[in-house]
Nanobody, 127 residues
Framework: QVHMVESGVGSVQAGGSLRLSCAAS????????MAWFRQAPGQEREGVAA???????TYADSVKGRFTISKDNAKATLYLQMNSLKPEDTAMYYC?????????????????????WGQGTQVTVSS
């Protein structure tokens, strides 16, 4: 069965760090672009970071220099390391797969192009 499952402790104070994980299974994940999106209440789902098959990364301007996307193909796991967290980072975070080698660019507002999604994990940053 094809699916993606996120995990990661979801609450932290401003300035703190969290690492999210996303386990992929049931498909050849190593051949596709994978990404993290987030959605805050009342807002559109927005792209946060993406990683293509060649190792190229893309980040939203709001997280550049603070977040790092990475992947361990042997463990079939995508990661999002989040440092210097801010209250405005509070959202539901989702991992997703785009079934192409290269990621769509720009990532913003491209959620509809991604064909497989995890169930989401809540991240809350308190001030």
């Amino acid at each position: 069965q094809v699916h993606m499952v996120e995990s990661g402790v979801g609450s932290v104070q401003a300035g703190g760090s969290l690492r999210l994980s996303c386990a992929a299974s049931g498909y050849a994940h190593q051949y596709y672009c994978m990404a993290w999106f987030r959605q805050a209440p009342g807002q559109e789902r927005e792209g946060v970071a993406a990683l293509d098959v060649d190792g190229n990364t893309t980040y939203a301007d709001s997280v550049k220099g603070r977040f790092t996307i990475s992947k361990d193909n042997a463990k079939a796991t995508l990661y999002l390391q989040m440092n210097s967290l801010k209250p405005e980072d509070t959202a539901m975070y989702y991992c997703a797969t785009y079934f192409r080698r290269l990621c769509p660019s720009p990532l913003t507002k491209r959620a509809g192009d991604f064909g497989l999604w995890g169930q989401g994990t809540q991240v809350t940053v308190s001030s």
